[in-house]
């Protein structure tokens, strides 16, 4: 009888989930420690919230359907269901409620962490990814909104971009509210659909987001999105707005909402002597929780593929003003607005536009010719470590031949000799793996000449 195949797991990850490699992975280190330096030269305080929260306190603010695991990673946990948090600014949000009274406001704080979205991964879009975040909690004054516009400007040129490699476009939600009321929608289930619909203007297109605005659209893998259900003299007026941008809503209510936004940000903006910046009626954010200003951040220059092929990139992060998101843990008084950047997206643009002079480290291999010489070894081990050397004993077995190889290919620089003839003259041989040049050292010489060829 034949035994049971065993089935082997598969190498292959889940989609929407990629492995980094060590350059990425130091240019992502190179920017995220200018942006710390931009955070404490701008005020703000370090904080770290948990991966897991539970699910009602960060909200379904992604998901539009009935379970909570939807658009989150959620599991049950007895009573409770707990999810990956799926941004940074919700468990802010619950974290600035449990520390209230002990807080300063306003709070300005500012944090780095991974965040997971259970949602259909595309084109430089994953299911988890980096973010950094700045908020204001508790002021209403917009001068913090334009500031923070101010400041992304400031790390993403600290980065490497020039002014004119981005814009940041910005617009009210205010706007969507006085079209609203205008157009008599008052369900807050149509509302969200709409909003969510004129975000994906840029990544779709009119005529596809004309069909989210309507009955309804199919995508290219089959997927059917229920539609808001406007009607063609509705849709034309959002048209007007967001496509055309020859249209305004009018009256009081836009008045004394999107247009004093509008005025008081681009007095800020203006004052504060910004310029790389562009109002846009039709950056909407497509969250629900944002209550006035929003923005977005673009490149202006052209993002490829991993096979070279241009993408629709889209903007690299974003934020707005959520005022009422703490006042659901209670009665609190808590105005807010914030931005985050995608450093995953972020690093991945800046690869293709700047040539980072970041190289890896790589140790000096020291090849073992007889393990009971290890205490040799050991001793010139330690000269280089206190030197501050990057270095190793060959840490596999095999002769000299597999040690050579396994010093090229993790990219050493160079390698060390010290076998019996070397032990006995008291000079190790030094090899430049770039040159191939040999050369007889004094152990005591060592140092100096390796730093040679580092």
């Known amino acids: 009888m034949a035994k049971d195949k065993k089935t082997k797991p598969s190498k292959e990850l889940p989609l929407g989930f990629v492995d980094r490699q060590e350059k990425e992975l130091l240019i992502r280190d190179f920017v995220i420690s200018n942006i710390k330096e931009v955070m404490i030269k701008y005020g703000f305080q370090y904080l770290e919230t948990p991966s897991f929260e539970y699910t009602d306190s960060i909200g379904k603010f992604l998901p539009d359907k009935d379970r909570p695991d939807q658009g989150v990673f959620s599991f049950k946990d007895e009573k409770n269901w707990l999810s990956l948090r799926y941004d940074l600014t919700a468990p802010l949000a619950r974290y600035v409620a449990k520390n209230y009274m002990e807080l300063p406001k306003p709070f300005k704080r500012y944090q780095l962490g991974t965040v997971w979205r259970n949602e259909k991964p595309g ?75 004129l975000d994906k203007l840029d990544r779709l297109g009119w005529n596809e987001v004309k069909k989210l605005l309507g009955k309804g659209r199919k995508d290219q893998s089959g997927d059917f999105t229920e539609g808001a259900g406007l009607s063609s003299s509705q849709t034309q007026d959002i048209y007007e707005i967001f496509v055309k941008k020859e249209l305004m809503p009018t009256g009081d209510k836009y008045e004394e909402g999107a247009g004093k936004d509008i005025r008081s940000m681009t007095n800020y903006l203006d004052v504060f002597g910004f310029e790389n910046y562009k109002f846009d009626p039709s950056i909407i954010r497509g969250l629900e929780y944002y209550t006035g200003p929003v923005f977005e951040v673009n490149l202006n220059f052209e993002v490829k593929n991993l096979k070279g092929q241009a993408i629709q990139f889209g903007s690299i992060g974003g934020g707005g003003r959520y005022d009422n998101l703490v006042s659901n843990f209670g009665n609190l008084d808590c105005p807010a607005t914030g931005i985050s950047i995608g450093l995953d997206r972020l690093v991945f643009a800046l690869m293709q536009k700047k040539d980072f002079k970041i190289k890896p480290k790589r140790p000096i291999v020291i090849c073992v010719f007889d393990k009971d010489k290890i205490q040799e070894y050991i001793e010139i081990l330690n000269k ?7 270095s190793e004993i060959y840490p596999g077995e095999g002769k000299l031949k597999k040690q050579m190889e396994y010093a090229n290919k993790i990219g050493s620089p160079a390698v060390i000799l010290y076998g019996d003839d070397e032990i006995k003259s008291g000079k190790a041989t030094l090899k430049n793996l770039g040159t191939g040049n040999e050369i007889s050292v004094k152990l005591e010489d060592l140092v100096d000449e390796i730093k040679k060829i580092i």
């Open 123 to 197: 084109p430089g879009r994953f299911r988890e990814f980096l973010q950094f975040d700045a908020d204001f909690i508790g002021t209403k004054n917009l001068m913090a909104d334009a500031e923070l516009c101010v400041m992304i400007s400031e790390i993403l040129e600290k980065c490497g971009l020039d002014k004119k490699d981005y814009t940041i476009k910005w617009s009210t939600r205010k706007i969507t509210d006085a079209l609203f009321e205008s157009l008599k929608i008052s369900s807050s289930n149509k509302r969200l659909k709409i909003l969510r619909s």
């Open 384 to 390: 280089l470590r206190t030197s501050d050397i990057s």
